[in-house]
C-alpha cells in the first residue's frame, strides 16, 4: 500500500524568503512522486515529478525537490518565494512507471506569502 | 498546448438527480480517471478506464457512479441518484500511454447538491 504525508497544513513565509513545504511517502516499490500546486478556483499543475531517475529534481517557477530513498522524503523547496506562489500544494505518490497507476494524493498544504 | 477540459465548470443539482459529468482528455492519450475532492479533504481517486473500460476503481466507486466513452473524445462521469455527501470537485484527468510522463489534470466540475 502506499500514502503519502505532507507535515505542515500551513505555511507562511515572507516573500523573498525560502519556501520549505515537506513530504514523507510510504511505499512498497519504487514509486514515482510529483508535486502538484493548486492556485484558488484553479486546476492541478504538475511542479514536478520524480521517476526513478535523477534524486534532485528542478520544476517550474524555481521549485525543486530532492528524493531521499533512506529518508522515504520528498520535500519542496525554492530560494526565494514569490508573491504568485501563494496557493495549496500536493505531495502525490504512485507506481513506478510514472502517471499510470492511481495517484494518492496527500493532504494538501497551504502556502502563504507575505509581502 | 493540449489540454483536458470539462464542462459544466459548476453544477448545482437536487438531491436523487441524475448528473452527468464532461470531460474531454488530451486528444492522443489512452488512460482516463476521475478523482474527486470534497471541500477541505484530500484528493481522491475514484476510478481508471482504458480500451473501454474501468481497469481499476475505489470502494468510493459504487453502483451510483458508472463511466463511459461514447464517442471517442469525451469521457464522463455519471452520478445515478445523487446524496448530499457527492458535493465535491470533480477532476478528471488523463495519461498517454508513455512511461515516466504524469497524468494531466483538467480544471475541475464543482458540483453542489442540495
Known amino acids: 500500500a502506499q500514502s503519502v504525508t505532507q507535515l505542515d497544513s500551513h505555511v507562511s513565509v515572507s516573500e523573498g524568503t525560502p519556501v520549505l513545504l515537506r513530504c514523507n511517502y510510504s511505499?512498497?516499490?519504487?514509486?514515482?512522486l510529483f508535486w502538484y500546486v493548486q492556485h484558488p478556483n484553479k486546476g492541478l499543475q504538475l511542479l514536478l515529478k520524480?521517476?526513478?531517475?535523477?534524486?534532485l529534481v528542478k520544476g517550474i517557477n524555481g521549485f525543486e525537490a530532492e528524493f531521499k530513498k533512506s529518508e522515504t522524503s520528498f520535500h519542496l523547496t525554492k530560494p526565494s518565494a514569490h508573491m504568485s506562489d501563494a496557493a495549496e500544494y500536493f505531495c502525490?505518490?504512485?507506481?513506478?512507471?510514472?502517471?499510470?497507476?492511481?495517484?494518492?494524493f496527500g493532504a494538501g498544504t497551504r502556502l502563504a506569502v507575505h509581502p | 498546448e493540449p489540454e483536458v477540459t470539462q464542462t459544466p465548470s459548476h453544477q448545482v443539482t437536487q438531491m436523487g438527480q441524475e448528473v452527468i459529468l464532461r470531460c474531454v482528455p488530451i486528444?492522443?492519450?489512452?488512460?482516463f480517471y476521475w478523482y474527486r475532492q470534497i471541500l477541505g479533504q484530500k484528493v481522491e481517486f475514484l476510478v481508471s478506464?482504458?480500451?473501454?473500460?474501468?481497469?481499476?476503481k475505489s470502494e468510493i466507486f459504487d453502483d451510483q457512479f458508472s463511466v463511459e466513452r461514447p464517442d471517442g473524445s469525451n469521457f464522463t462521469l455519471k452520478i445515478r441518484s445523487t446524496k448530499l455527501e457527492d458535493s465535491a470537485m470533480y477532476f478528471c484527468?488523463?495519461?498517454?500511454?508513455?512511461?515516466?510522463?504524469?497524468?494531466?489534470f483538467g480544471p475541475g466540475t464543482r458540483l453542489t447538491v442540495t
Open positions: 511505499s512498497s516499490y519504487s514509486p514515482s
Open positions: 502525490v505518490v504512485s507506481g513506478p512507471s510514472g502517471g499510470y497507476n492511481k495517484l494518492i
Open positions: 486528444s492522443n492519450h489512452l488512460y
Open positions: 478506464f482504458y480500451n473501454n473500460e474501468i481497469s481499476e
Open positions: 520524480y521517476t526513478s531517475a535523477a534524486t
Open positions: 484527468a488523463s495519461w498517454p500511454g508513455t512511461e515516466f510522463y504524469e497524468q494531466y
